[in-house]
């Protein structure tokens, strides 16, 4: 059994090559744009309430951990 190989060819090289470099810079953009959201949504889950916990411990009068997490 022989494998096949595909080579897509790229088109000619001229006018018509800025529009897809365009194409492939808007491209990169959106896959950056929703990788980093994704980023930005895992950090902002695990990170909210740690942040909480570290605010209210630092604020006036400043209450002991199991004070500070006691729901009474």
Known sequence: MASRVSLKSRGKEGKGSK?????STAQ???????????????ITHYGFIP???????NSD???QLYQFLSPV
Do not use: N, Q, R
Request: with cysteine; net charge positive; charged share 30%.
């Open 61 to 63: 009068p400043k209450p």
């Open 28 to 42: 990169c953009l959106k896959e950056w744009s929703t990788w980093t959201m994704k980023k930005a949504k895992v």
């Open 19 to 23: 529009g897809s470099d365009e194409k």
């Open 51 to 57: 942040l909480v916990i570290i605010i209210g411990m």
